[in-house]
C-alpha cells in the first residue's frame, strides 16, 4: 500500500489531502444510499484508508457504527486529539492479530495493512465510504484492492465512492486519475453503478473532474 510514501506524508505533517470540513458531497448524498438497499440506517461502515477524515464523526453522528482502516498511526492519533475524543469517550488499545489501533465507542480504528483486512473483520459492515482509497492507489493495485474489498464485504453491502478524474500525463499523483470506465471494469461486474454528481475544477492547472458514486448490489 506505499506504506514508506504515506508514513513519510503524515510525519512531514503535509497532508493536503485532509479535508477541514464534512464532505459536502458526503452529505448531499449519503442517505440515498441506504434508502435504495435493503440496509438498517444504523450499523458499521468501513472507511478505508481512512487518514484522520471528520468523516467519520459524521457518520458515526448519523447512527452508524466506524471500522476505520489505515497505514499510519500517527493519522489516527490526531483524529483522536484534534477532535479531543479522549475527554469523550473511553479510548482502548486494540486488540487485534494483524493491526494496532485504538477503540472507542462504536468506532474501530485499525492501523495497518488494508489487505490483511478479513471477512471476519467486517461482519458487521453494511455499507462503505470510499472518498481517498481508490484515488490514493496507483493503477497497478486498484484491481488487487477491489478485489480483496469485494471477498470480505457481507453480501450485497452498498457504497459510496467519490473519485477523480484527470489527464494524468500532466500531474502526478496522489490522488490519482480514476475514469468512470475504470469504476466500471472494477465493480460493474457485481455493483449497479449510478453517478450522481459530477463537478470540474482546475486543480494544479490540470482540468479535473469529480464524481459520486452510488454503487449498490446487482438483483440476481
Known amino acids: 500500500m506505499q506504506n514508506d510514501f504515506w508514513q513519510k506524508m503524515w510525519a512531514s505533517g503535509v497532508v493536503g489531502f485532509h479535508q477541514p470540513e464534512v ?15 435493503h440496509k438498517a440506517m444504523a450499523g458499521e461502515v468501513l472507511v478505508p484508508l481512512s487518514g ?4 467519520m464523526l459524521w457518520l458515526k453522528e448519523q447512527g452508524h457504527d466506524i471500522l476505520a482502516v489505515e497505514l499510519s498511526l500517527k493519522a489516527l492519533e ?16 486494540l486488540v487485534h492479530e494483524r493491526f494496532c489501533g485504538y477503540e472507542l465507542e462504536a468506532m474501530r480504528l485499525f492501523c495497518g495493512d488494508f489487505f490483511h483486512l478479513t471477512r471476519e473483520d ?3 459492515v453494511v455499507a462503505v465510504y470510499d472518498r481517498a482509497a481508490l484515488v490514493a492507489l496507483p493503477p497497478e493495485m486498484r484491481a488487487d484492492y477491489a478485489k480483496h474489498l ?30 468512470e470506465q475504470e469504476i466500471h471494469t472494477l465493480y460493474g461486474e457485481h455493483y449497479q453503478i449510478e453517478k450522481v454528481q459530477e463537478d470540474k475544477f482546475e486543480r494544479k492547472g490540470v482540468e479535473t473532474v469529480e464524481s459520486t458514486y452510488l454503487l449498490n448490489f446487482r438483483e440476481n
Not at 484522520?52 to 468523516?55: A, E, H, I, R, T
Request: some cysteine.
Open 23 to 37: 464532505n459536502a458531497y458526503l452529505k448531499a448524498h449519503w442517505h440515498k444510499l441506504l434508502t435504495t438497499d
Open 52 to 55: 484522520k477524515s471528520l468523516d
Open 78 to 93: 490526531e483524529f483522536i486529539e484534534e477532535n479531543h475524543l479522549h475527554r469523550r469517550f473511553s479510548i482502548q488499545d
Open 122 to 124: 467486517c461482519q458487521d
Open 150 to 179: 469485494l471477498e470480505i464485504l457481507p453480501p450485497d453491502t452498498p457504497m459510496l465512492l467519490i473519485a477523480l478524474d484527470y489527464d494524468q500525463s500532466l500531474r502526478n499523483g496522489p490522488p490519482f486519475a480514476v475514469s
